[in-house]
């Protein structure tokens, strides 16, 4: 049977030592291609590079396969790697992490791990993004991999009906205690920001994001709620964000607000 082709990315860059972990594991179930940002890309969402050129360097960071280290975003390094590294080979499953830092909630929004994940399902390679709820450099793996082993096992199995992309997230726990897995939904939350405002050499003001995650919506059937209780949560993800259950309520406006011809 032929191996399937696996594209490893992530957003944290080439040298994160979470990358190394997640091709640890892909490494047993295909062949694996990596083609990951040159520098830290979090928080980049699905930014792409349009204004300026792109940097592709193929890099000698894993012994027996071929790596490439981009300078652009993490969804640039999945385009680069589907139209100029693979050509014209369709990976079988895009992995995306392990971020060093959790994705749960709303935080798929924001997250370069996740839409790296999510520009690969769209073109039709089933994907997942792992990240593991510690953001030190030094975090410990060891649970993480052994989760994604069994679910990259699981997709390389049963593929992805129904969902386009698989969110995740691993407690910061050592495996032994860690209960199992639980399959939820997104948690509502939101970010509550702080700027921290300081003056530069020159005496302007500079603005510094930082902020604290607030969510109340933390049941068992969320990825939050799973996470506090001690569960590998992964979230069905896709790319259409229609409230579709609103649609019919929202088709009053269509009657309410009238066509005016431009000229009166
Ligand atoms: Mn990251």
């Keep these: 049977m032929k191996k399937p082709l696996i594209l490893v990315t992530n957003d944290d860059g080439i040298a994160a030592p979470g990358l190394r972990a997640l091709v640890e594991v892909a490494r047993a179930f295909g062949e ?38 981009c300078s652009g975003t993490p969804v640039d390094c999945v385009k680069l790697a589907r139209h100029v590294v693979l050509k014209d080979r369709v990976p079988d499953l895009c992995l995306s992490g392990i971020n060093h830092g959790s994705n749960a909630s709303i935080n798929i929004l924001y997250s370069g791990t996740l839409s790296a994940a999510m520009e690969a399902s769209l073109e039709g390679i089933p994907s997942v993004g792992f990240s593991l709820l510690d953001y030190g450099w030094d975090a410990d793996f060891t649970a993480a991999r052994h989760y994604a082993a069994r679910i990259v096992e699981w997709v390389l199995a049963h593929g992805l009906d129904g969902c386009k992309l698989l969110n995740v997230n691993v407690p910061k726990l050592p495996l032994s205690q860690i209960k199992g897995l639980r399959v939820c939904r997104q948690a509502e939350g939101r970010w509550v920001e702080d700027f921290m405002e300081a003056r530069d ?45 609103a649609i019919p309520a929202l088709k009053a406006m269509e009657k309410s607000i009238v066509h005016t011809p431009a000229n009166q």
């Design 201 to 245: 050499p020159r005496g302007e003001p500079y603005y510094w994001l930082t902020g604290r995650f607030e969510c109340n919506d933390d049941g068992e059937d969320t990825d939050v709620g799973a996470l506090m209780r001690g569960y590998v949560s992964v979230v069905p993800s896709g790319h259409d964000l229609t409230v579709h259950a």
């Design 32 to 69: 694996v291609v990596v083609v990951a940002p040159d520098s830290p890309q979090s928080a980049q969402g699905h930014a792409i590079t349009i204004a300026e050129p792109l940097r592709l360097n193929k890099v000698e960071v894993f012994e027996d396969f071929d790596a490439w280290e």
